[in-house]
């Protein structure tokens, strides 16, 4: 049985104040949740002190972004470890905003990876297809290959901590989610080339979320399919009453 794991990408927002009365906000708001695994996700600069007021709750801390590489000359990087330090237990690797801006590929995604489940970093593997290549029909080309490119550092052991969110570019950010169908059919999708690269029970074991538009109102149905196990929310997720309520509707 997977356990449903929301988590709350906050993206470039939020100074230290505002994150803490967001956290401090949500905190009582969830805190009698125990069958639902919760994350946020705030700014490099937020970390230390979110991971400070998350101390004792049932809230978790991830990073938007992992170096590849333990130490050095990487000018504008944060390694393993300096995410460690500040309590992080999760990463989000290969963000479509990461690959469409910064020119993030699949091989940096495996590295990223690599660097995560090293440093015992769950990384948490973004995947999704552009507007033009569903129209094109080429989403599950796009789809299954990032995941078996990105996750090609993984060994089959270490597998079943890892954690996929498939977030259609096109539902990120612009109020039109995919229907729960068409993530269904696309979760159903990575779960079976997840079964061909590591096994059918690892492949039962991972956690595979739907990120895009994510809300209070279509949370439930969403989180009602078979295939889908929890959701990576951006801006509802800036919100504690509405990050609340999209936790609350995966119990
Ligand atoms: P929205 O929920 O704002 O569409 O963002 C989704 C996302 O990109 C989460 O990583």
């Known amino acids: 049985m997977r356990k ?3 988590a709350g990408n906050w993206k470039m927002n939020n100074t230290r104040a505002a994150a803490l009365e967001l ?3 949500l905190k009582p708001l969830v805190a009698d949740v125990s069958d639902v695994e919760i994350a946020v996700a705030p700014t490099f600069t937020c970390l230390q ?3 400070e007021a998350l101390k004792g709750s049932n809230i978790e801390l991830s990073a938007q972004n992992i170096s590849y590489a333990k130490n050095g000359a990487y000018t504008g990087e944060i390694s393993a470890d300096m995410l460690k330090d500040v309590g992080c237990t999760h990463a989000i690797i290969g963000h479509s905003e990461r690959r469409q801006y910064f020119g993030e590929t699949d091989h940096d995604v495996s590295k990223r ?3 995560a489940l090293d440093n015992n970093i769950i990384p948490i593997v973004c995947v999704g297809e552009t507007l ?6 080429k989403t599950s080309d796009v789809v299954l290959g990032q995941v078996e490119n990105g996750l090609s550092s993984v060994k089959k052991e270490e597998a079943a901590k890892v954690v996929i969110a498939y977030e259609p570019v096109w539902a990120i950010g612009t109020g039109v989610t995919a229907t729960p169908d068409q993530a269904q059919e696309v979760h159903a999708a990575i779960r079976l080339k997840l079964a061909e690269l590591f096994g059918a029970d690892n492949a039962a074991a991972m956690r595979i979320q739907y990120g895009g538009s994510v809300k209070a109102s279509n949370a439930k149905e969403l989180l009602g399919q078979a295939d889908i196990d929890g959701a990576l929310v951006g801006g509802a997720s800036l ?3 509405d990050f609340s309520a999209i936790i609350h509707a995966a119990k």
């Open 239 to 241: 919100k504690a009453a």
């Open 132 to 137: 033009a290549q569903r129209e094109a029909g």
């Open 113 to 115: 990876v690599r660097a």
């Open 23 to 25: 956290v401090n906000a």
């Open 4 to 6: 449903p794991f929301i």
């Open 49 to 51: 002190d979110v991971a």
